[in-house]
């Protein structure tokens, strides 16, 4: 099956393996070798209804940059032997890319050189973008990273939800409702116009960096949810998977704690690109943005758990609220360093 769509990209399947890959959550992927390595990918239909839009998104960026910065490596998908990136058959919708030489990922961040690269990665790639009409961008997922809808989205699966689950979930549910100061503040930056709308990345989690034996950063990958946004978005993905040495997988929750030196290499990093660039504002809510996209994050788990599990891929029944409990554990540890840090006094972050 899989050998099919090769063919349709002009790859003969004999001289190829196909290997699956990645630990994605919403897509396929597979590695596919040969003399030219490359990733294939079923794209996830139920939830990027229009897979055109990515695309449309992705021509305009890689034409942005290609004139404006050609050095700059953007990871687009190739044409198939029809000349469209996407293949589509009974069995879905898939796109081919050049699978990016001597090149690694990462689950978990285990040496800050690899907090630093990768926040400079999603930096740059703010700052290369800060000139481009981020309103030409489709939005291929729509209301993507709107808290005042994730947060009705739970309220919905609650009323819905059968009651063993509710009472297996009662501490991650009472932790939701008590950090609800998370949505009043996102409420407020909205209506205050405080953050200016920017290309934002809206997946810039630690395995979305392609790094290379020495953990210098090479790109950015898993580009389906660049779409307008706000900056607190990719800084704080950059929070939710750099800051703590096991993932949001990790069902352990004592191993869930935050390392300090881990957020000096995250603003350094940022800041290396985008520091003269973001506001004063911005600035200011730099360590909010890890609380709403941790915060958004558990309501997201916790939601699909109630719902019986229908978005998230799941490894075993129950994963999903594990993960729910990781992020809000992760979120009051980083409620506790805030507390601990006088933004005003960290050279970084001054206004
Ligand atoms: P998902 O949306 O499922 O997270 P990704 O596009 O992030 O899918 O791909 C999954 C994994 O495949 C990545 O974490 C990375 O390890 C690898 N990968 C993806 N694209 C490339 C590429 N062009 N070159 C090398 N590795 C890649
Ligand atoms: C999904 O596809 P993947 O695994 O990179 C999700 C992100 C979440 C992430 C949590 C389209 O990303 O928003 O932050 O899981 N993508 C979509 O791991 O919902
Ligand atoms: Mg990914």
Redesign the pocket.
Known sequence: MLNQILEKFGINPSSHRIEE?????????W?VHGEQ???L?RINTDVFQRPESIVENLLLLQKYLGDKYPDYLF?APLPALNGSPLVTTEEGTYRL????HE???I?EVTVYKQAYEAAKQFGKFARLLKDFDASRLKYTLQSFHDLNLRYEQFDKAYDQADPAKLQESEWAILQLRDHSDILVTYNHLLSSDKLPVRVVHH?A?I??V?FDEEWNGI?L????TVMPGYFISDVGDMMRTYLCPVNEDEADLSKIKIDEQCLDAIINGYFSEMGDELTTSEKEYFIYAGKFMIYMQAIRFLTDHLNGDIYYHIDYTGQNLVRAKNQLTLLNQLIQLEEKIDLLTNPSLKK
């Open positions: 890959y990645g630990s994605g959550l919403i897509n396929r992927t590695k390595d490359y990733i990918q990871v890319f050049p699978f990016i090149s690694q990922s689950n997946d989690k395995n979305n392609l790109c990958i898993d580009l389906d």
